[in-house]
């Protein structure tokens, strides 16, 4: 999942100009005061770690559990495995069998759902205060007893495999972005897709899914945030007896993260059953802990969130070229894709819009954004940063997996003022990512039936 939306807002955006035009100066960004996420530390003596942040604002309690293991950490023939992993964390263990994780926490009026992502997987709920001994004897549960049998596997396999049609193999921009980073990556892990190849899912083995729950679902590669209305001490207690007797994993192995330098641009096509062309570009861009990130991310909300960002504009409303523009650029461990993704009216081919959206890049490159595309790309996202902060599930989410990516929870509370600090300096400089030789572009043709029906061809 990408950290930040990377569709339009679909809204028409407010002016923040047409004040200042009428003479008022724009308030100046107020800071996080760091008092209000006085976060308490622990860690077990095997490797969990436990980030306790409460508020009793409110009797409801937010937990996010994060692994540090995403698809980055699999390997050729077992791609995926992190994905269904994350089915197989719901069909029970030795205290609590299946489906029974759900049903003990619905029954209690919680909620609870999970994602995977290149670099992480996380599991989270969100309940009630007097749930919390529950929802920490479920947790704990499966982490250390979780029931890897040959039918449940099966049963997740066939699950994951119908996801996979869904979202990938019969949906125009799951095929274009799955093949852009795999064209765009020749050795980095990135190159495959979080939910994996269809042959690998098919060959994944229970001994692959019990090595992997060995190593990557151990507590030293773990996290545990709680937040919202409980007592730290007694929190701290709960998690001791609940977590305290499960086992630290094997160490590590370290994922690979070479990739040759790009050394010019890369082209692919992609043939589907389509009423339009569809294009996707990708330039390389830094990891999170870059100082650029930022920036890149102020870049992609100026070209691509909203209807009055550039791209959008120009291409959807402007020159009536395409149905649907996406700017996906999500913070990774590892340096990753800035990615631009269009849907074009029929009749419209990729070639004649290559070249206007590389020219608005290169535009960007050269004189930066305007004031008013400086100004409202910042302030949205230091507003969709400070939404997710002013919830329980929000701030443990935020937090937690800013913590993953950055080394220190703490850096998240300092990204809005970041933000807001952005020049068009800066702006320029992180541009020249967008030079032609760095670029990969794919473009889906339509094909007929029969031909789309036999296209899925395997990397890896």
Request: charged share 25%; glycine share 8%.
């Given at each position: 999942?990408?950290?930040?939306p990377t569709?339009?807002?679909?809204?028409?955006?407010?002016?923040?100009?047409?004040a200042?035009?009428?003479g008022?100066?724009?308030a100046?960004?107020r800071?996080i005061?760091?008092?209000?996420?006085?976060?308490?530390?622990h860690?077990?003596?095997?490797?969990?770690?436990?980030?306790?942040?409460p508020d009793?604002?409110v009797?409801?309690?937010?937990t996010?559990?994060?692994?540090?293991?995403?698809?980055?950490?699999?390997?050729?023939?077992?791609?995926g495995?992190?994905?269904?992993?994350?089915?197989?964390?719901?069909?029970?263990a030795?205290?609590?069998g299946?489906?029974?994780?759900?049903?003990?926490?619905?029954?209690?009026?919680?909620?609870?759902n999970a994602y995977?992502s290149?670099?992480?997987?996380?599991?989270?709920?969100?309940?009630?205060?007097?749930?919390?001994p529950?929802?920490?004897?479920?947790?704990?549960?499966?982490m250390?007893?979780?029931?890897?049998?040959p039918?449940?596997?099966?049963?997740?396999?066939?699950?994951?495999?119908?996801?996979?049609?869904?979202?990938?193999?019969?949906?125009i921009?799951?095929?274009?972005?799955e093949?852009?980073?795999?064209?765009?990556?020749h050795?980095?892990?990135?190159r495959?897709?979080?939910?994996?190849?269809?042959?690998d899912?098919?060959?994944?083995?229970?001994?692959d899914c019990l090595?992997?729950?060995r190593?990557?679902?151990?507590?030293?590669?773990?996290?545990?945030?709680?937040?919202g209305?409980?007592?730290?001490?007694?929190?701290l207690?709960?998690v001791?007896?609940?977590?305290?007797d499960?086992?630290?994993?094997p160490?590590?192995?370290?994922?690979?993260?070479?990739?040759?330098?790009?050394r010019?641009?890369r082209?692919?096509?992609?043939?589907?059953?389509?009423?339009a062309?569809?294009?996707?570009?990708?330039?390389?861009?830094?990891?999170?802990?870059?100082?650029?990130?930022?920036?890149?991310?102020?870049?992609?909300?100026?070209?691509?969130?909203?209807?009055?960002?550039?791209?959008?504009?120009?291409?959807?409303?402007?020159?009536?070229?395409?149905?649907?523009?996406?700017?996906d650029?999500?913070?990774?461990?590892?340096?990753?894709?800035?990615?631009?993704?269009?849907?074009?009216n029929?009749?419209?081919?990729?070639?004649?819009?290559?070249?206007?959206?590389?020219?608005?890049?290169?535009?960007?490159?050269?004189?930066?954004?305007?004031?008013?595309e400086l100004?409202?790309?910042?302030?949205?996202?230091?507003?969709?940063?400070?939404?997710?902060?002013?919830?329980?599930?929000?701030?443990?989410?935020?937090?937690?997996?800013?913590?993953?990516?950055?080394?220190?929870?703490?850096?998240?509370?300092?990204?809005?003022?970041?933000y807001?600090?952005?020049?068009?300096?800066?702006?320029?400089?992180?541009?020249?990512?967008?030079?032609?030789?760095?670029?990969?572009?794919?473009?889906?043709i339509?094909?007929?039936?029969?031909?789309?029906?036999?296209h899925?061809?395997?990397?890896?």
């Open positions: 999942m990408a950290r930040h569709h339009p807002l679909g809204h028409r955006p407010r002016r923040p100009s047409d200042k035009a009428r008022f100066a724009l100046p960004p800071p005061d760091p008092r209000l996420f006085e976060v308490r530390e860690q077990l003596a095997n490797g969990l770690s436990l980030r306790l942040l009793a604002t009797p409801v309690i937010s996010y559990t994060f692994f540090n293991v995403g698809s980055r950490n699999e390997r050729p023939g077992i791609t495995i992190a994905h269904l992993f994350e089915h197989m964390m719901f069909n029970g030795a205290k609590y299946p489906k029974e994780f759900d049903r003990l926490l619905e029954a209690n009026g919680g909620h609870s995977t290149h670099d992480v997987t996380a599991y989270y709920q969100d309940f009630a205060t007097e749930a919390l529950l929802v920490l004897d479920l947790e704990s549960d499966r250390r007893s979780l029931a890897i049998t039918e449940m596997l099966a049963s997740e396999r066939e699950v994951v495999k119908e996801e996979r049609r869904f979202s990938v193999d019969n949906e921009l799951g095929l274009l972005d093949e852009l980073y795999a064209l765009s990556f050795a980095h892990p990135y495959w897709p979080v939910i994996g190849w269809m042959g899912i098919e060959s994944i083995t229970r001994d090595a992997f729950f190593t990557y679902y151990a507590p030293n590669n773990a996290s545990l945030w709680i937040t209305d409980f007592d730290p001490d007694k929190a207690q709960m001791e007896r609940c977590y305290s499960i086992p630290r994993g160490a590590l192995p370290a994922p690979g993260r070479t990739e040759p330098e790009q010019g641009e082209r692919g096509e992609v043939r589907f059953p389509a009423q062309q569809a294009l996707a570009i990708g330039f390389k861009a830094p990891e999170a802990k870059s100082p650029e990130a930022v920036v890149l991310d102020v870049l992609q909300f100026a070209l691509g969130a909203g209807e009055g960002a550039r791209l959008v504009k120009k291409l959807v409303y402007d020159k009536l070229l395409a149905a649907n523009v996406i700017i650029y999500s913070w990774r461990v590892d340096p990753g894709l800035f990615a631009i993704l269009v849907e074009l029929p009749g419209v081919g990729a070639d004649k819009v290559l070249p206007i959206i590389q020219a608005e890049l290169e535009r960007v490159a050269e004189r930066g954004l305007t004031e008013l100004a409202r790309a910042c302030g949205l996202l230091r507003s969709q940063h400070l939404r997710e902060i002013a919830s329980n599930n929000g701030r443990a989410h935020n937090l937690g997996s800013h913590e993953l990516l950055l080394g220190n929870w703490r850096e998240a509370l300092e990204i809005p003022s970041k807001a600090q952005v020049t068009n300096e800066q702006i320029k400089h992180a541009a020249r990512i967008f030079a032609v030789q760095q670029r990969t572009a794919v473009t889906l339509p094909a007929p039936a029969a031909a789309g029906q036999a899925g061809s395997e990397h890896g």
